[in-house]
């Protein structure tokens, strides 16, 4: 809805049109739900924290970060798994209104500057769908997704993770969670168990941090 529109719409309207929405999302999740295949959880290790997920990633990869705000996990991805090339992926606009995350990319801009001038950092501004659109097949050996987490967006990123990320690559992402608020519903955990089950994806990491990170590994 344009800006102009949306402000003659009282607000208790459009509070009601979005609790009806989140209960028929809720209603879709619960359905869409299933648990991972026992065999995909059998080498599935436990990690205290989605900094030590990014230990474990295999050093000098070339990999991607969906959803980058203002760069914070981005400047610990660099630290920490220490990647030949990083790809930010964000649309540092979303939801097109005016939020916190605008002034992200200035950030990213002046934090990265240095790895920018070198290759080893790349911005791609866009919606994640697009903007994976445009990476190369297998390209990436891994990736991490933390952008829009309703079930539609957690879908379409990580149906552009399966086409970028090389046989044998690494899906992970944020928010492995249920979270539900009246108006709003994640969908990362139906989006992510539907996809291993599918791809045969096994899960090789869960994080107990509070915002439960994962990470899968496509089949060789
Ligand atoms: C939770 S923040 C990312 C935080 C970052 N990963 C970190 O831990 O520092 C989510 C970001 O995803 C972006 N985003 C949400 N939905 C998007 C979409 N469909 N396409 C592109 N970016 C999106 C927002 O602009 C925001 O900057």
Not at 36 to 56: F, G, I, K, W
Not at 59 to 64: D, F, I, L, T
Not at 138 to 159: C, E, F, K, P, T
Not at 191 to 212: I, K, P, Q, S
Request: hydrophobic share 45%; aromatic share 8%; glycine share 8%.
């Amino acid at each position: 809805m344009v800006p102009f529109v949306r402000s003659l719409v009282p607000s208790f309207v459009r509070d009601l049109r979005a609790l009806g929405r989140t209960r028929r999302e809720n209603t879709r999740m619960e359905a869409a739900f299933q648990s991972p295949r026992p065999e995909l959880l059998r080498n599935t290790r436990v990690l205290a924290s989605r900094l030590d997920l990014l230990r474990e990633m295999p050093k000098g990869a070339v990999c991607a970060e969906v959803g980058v705000a203002a760069g914070a996990f981005a400047h610990e991805i660099l630290a920490l798994a220490e990647p030949a090339k990083l790809h930010l992926i964000d649309a540092w606009n979303y939801p097109p209104q005016p939020d916190c995350f605008e002034p992200g990319l200035a950030k990213v801009r002046a934090r990265f500057a240095a790895e920018l001038v070198a290759g080893r950092v790349e911005i791609h501004r866009g919606l994640s769908a697009d903007m994976l659109g445009r990476l190369p097949d297998r390209s990436l050996d891994w990736i991490y997704i933390d952008a829009g987490h309703d079930y539609d967006n957690v879908v379409a990123d990580l149906a552009g993770a399966l086409r970028v990320v090389k046989p044998g690559g690494i899906i992970a992402g944020d928010d492995y969670l249920r979270y539900d608020t009246p108006f709003h519903r994640y969908g990362v955990i139906e989006a992510v168990n539907a996809l291993a089950n599918r791809h045969g994806a096994e899960f090789l990491y869960l994080t107990m941090d509070y915002d439960t990170n994962f990470a899968v590994r496509l089949p060789g």
